[in-house]
Structures are given as C-alpha cells and as structure tokens.
C-alpha cells in the first residue's frame, strides 16, 4: 500500500490488477477524488511491467518498447510519468539463410542490401511509401498472411514483410492477427519509432504506484467479483475476466514469445538483428537507455513463437552470434520460457481492432473491463492504457465525483 492514509474499508473503486493497465486506471479515478483500492494476487505489483536487477543489469519482462506518439505515451504523459530514455537505431542486420545482410531501413541501405533482390526491394520500396498514407482500418477483416500476399509477389519481399510484423506486433500469428493492428503498428514504428526506457519499465510502475491516493493491497486473490460501487478488471486477460463474470468473451488467440536476456561485458558488433525467415530478434537495448553498468551492454534475443512452436534457446544463443556475441561476453543472462507478450489478439475473424470486447461488456452497470485485449484502440501497451482510461472515465461517470479524464 503506498499511501500513508488508511485503506478505505469502503472504496469508491476496486481494481483488480496492479499491472500497467490497473495502476493507469486507478491512478486516472484517485486523481479526480474518489476513493481506490487497487487488489494484486502477487506479492509485487507491475505484471508484465516488472524489472528485475542481475548484477547491475536492468532486465524487463522481455523486450519492451514504448511506442512514441502512441495513447500509452499520451496517457503517461498527462499523469506527470516520467519517460526518459531513447530511440533506438534503425539500422542493423537481416538474416536470410543463415547470413547476415544489411537491414533496409531507408532507400540508401534498400539499395545497398544483397537481402533482396531488385524485384523485392522495389515491391518494398513503393509499399513502404504507400504505408504512411494506408488506412488500417479498411483491412480490420483481412488477415496478415493476405494482406502481404496482395502488396507484394516476391518471397524475400514477403518474408521481409512478415519479419517487420512480427517486430510490431511481438506475434507469429499471421494467418489470424488483423492486417489493421500490423499497418498501425508499422505506421507508428517507422514513423515516430519506439522509446527504450532508462531504468527499465519498472520506472513506469513505480510512479504510477506511487501516484497521491490509491491504495495497493498485494498477495491477495480475488476470486469472487467484489462488492463495490465501481469495479475495474485489469488482469489475467479475458480469463480471470471470464471466470469473475460468469461468461464467455469472443477473443483472439495470445501472442506468446520465448525470451533471453544477455548481460554484456562489451558491446555487441550489431545493435540490431531481425531474422527475415526465421523468427528472431536481437536487439542492443541499451545503446540509448540506461540499463547495464557503466561500459557494459543488455541485450534482449526473442523468439516468435507460432502455435505449436516450442522454445528454442540454443537458437536464440545462437542468433545473438549474428550480432558479434560470443560466449565470453556474456556476464550474466536470464531465460523467458514462454510469455504471453498480448493476452487476446485482434483477429480478422472478428473484425480486428474494432471487434475486440469493450470495456462495458461485462453484463454489470457498474463492472468494467481493461488490458491490452480489451477496445477498439491500440495494441500491446497502447491498448492496455486506452482501455484503462476508458475504464477510468466510465467509473467516474458512475460516482457522485464527476470529473472526465482529458
């Protein structure tokens, strides 16, 4: 609890969850007066948020990157969070048939590249011009997998494609996941880009925690919907919604990847590498956020895990080698079986972003829902956040304080 004030026996709000979702949520509601009690089965709050300390590195919950201009950063940012940090480089390596090649990340290394053959890199050149000016909505109902089969003939170009999805998306679901969420999350990531925070995401929790008048109760599960004015579900995904609702919500499949973090006593050659036809991703985090001690680098390795795939972590050992690793370098590292990087995916199936549960869906007045499954806005943490403050704002719409976030 990290107010000094006593826990109100009677809150105006209950939230269930003290991940990013539940802490934005409660930390919009308290601002505007009522009383909140945010409720974390763990023993610590921050969920997928959460930062851990190894010898002086600073490693996530996997790679994690903050979308810029994104609802989450607008959210953030009208709370007073902090967001230090850095844009990551562009450029780096992509890897065909074992070798590695330079990744275009402009026309001049386009040009350059031996990844692509000419066919592939004009496919790829008039996509990625046309991509900016694409309305993603239109393709809410067309998969990925047809999505790229339409814009692009050449098989490198396709794989290409596949592999800067997978990058957006943290998912290997292509034949499922809504081609609407891909383009925007392309749009944003070759756009404004992507922030690398300083310290780690556990910054963001922290002061979200700390925010004036909301109250944190840890290591206790609420198995039974509370009795409460207002009650927020931000937490185990459509699942512990499903179970404390006693009803069923129409949802994607979750986005799992396969993790490894890698403690560095040197930078590494590349600071980048994308796998273009096999899932994986290597990444220098700290090349512009503050997550290792002085001289010393994090780096993160990912593994898109499709249905059926299993981890595989000499694969990712052995993809972090197309970034100049080599097994001295390593100081200390951690190992992420399997994560669920997004709890439901936005499916073509049911209409991408805008067919996903609404924070209202839940059959109660005065029961809401939120997390990076729930609204019609954003993805990953983007999606977390906008639902939250929608949350936020139909629970203030409900008590006697009636002040409507911004």
């Known amino acids: 609890m990290n107010s000094s004030a006593p826990l109100p026996s009677n809150p105006d709000v209950r939230v269930i969850g003290g991940g990013l979702a539940g802490l934005t949520a409660a930390s919009l509601v308290a601002r505007a007066g009522p009383s909140v009690v ?26 994690h990157a903050l979308y810029r201009g994104g609802h989450a950063e607008r959210v953030l940012t009208n709370l007073g969070i902090r967001l230090g940090g850095g844009r990551p480089p562009a450029k780096g390596k992509l890897i065909f048939d074992g070798r590695a090649e330079i990744a275009p990340a402009g026309p001049i290394s386009l040009l350059r590249t031996r990844a692509l053959k000419a066919r592939d890199k004009l496919e790829v050149a008039k996509l990625l011009a046309l991509l900016p000016r694409l309305s993603a909505a239109q393709f809410a109902s067309t998969t990925v997998d047809e999505w790229i089969a339409s814009s692009v003939s050449g098989d490198r170009a396709a794989q290409m494609l596949h592999a800067l999805v997978r990058l957006g998306t943290y998912a290997n679901q292509p034949d499922q996941l809504s081609a609407d969420v891909a383009i925007e999350q392309l749009q944003s990531a070759l756009g404004p880009g992507v922030l690398y925070l300083n310290g780690g995401w556990q910054t963001l929790v922290d002061q979200l925690a700390a925010m004036p008048s909301v109250h944190i109760v840890t290591g206790l599960e609420v198995s039974a919907l509370p009795d409460a004015p207002v009650v927020i579900i931000a937490a185990g995904g459509p699942k512990l919604a499903e179970a404390l609702l006693g009803k069923q919500f129409e949802v994607g499949p979750p986005a799992v990847t396969s993790g490894l973090d890698l403690g560095l006593s040197q930078r590494p050659d590349e600071d980048l590498v994308i796998g273009g036809d096999v899932p994986f991703y290597f990444s220098n985090h700290s090349s512009v956020a503050a997550l290792a001690p002085e001289g010393q680098h994090h780096a993160a390795v990912a593994q898109y895990l499709a249905e059926g795939d ?5 694969a990712m050992r052995a993809f972090a080698s197309h970034a100049g690793v080599r097994d001295d370098d390593v100081v200390v590292s951690r190992r992420l079986h399997k994560m669920t990087t997004v709890s439901a995916l936005p499916v073509a199936h049911l209409g991408g972003l805008p067919g996903r549960p609404v924070v209202t869906d839940t059959g109660h007045p005065n029961v809401f829902v939120a997390g990076d499954w729930v609204g019609p806005v954003g993805h990953l943490a983007d999606a977390a956040m906008a639902s939250a403050e929608t949350a936020a704002n139909a629970a203030l719409a409900l008590l006697p304080t009636r002040s409507v976030v911004a």
Do not use: C, L, M, T
């Open 38 to 63: 945010v409720h974390e089965k763990r023993g610590v709050i921050g969920g997928d948020a959460r930062s851990v300390k190894r010898e002086g590195f600073i490693f996530n919950q996997g790679a």
């Open 310 to 314: 299993d981890p595989d972590a000499a």
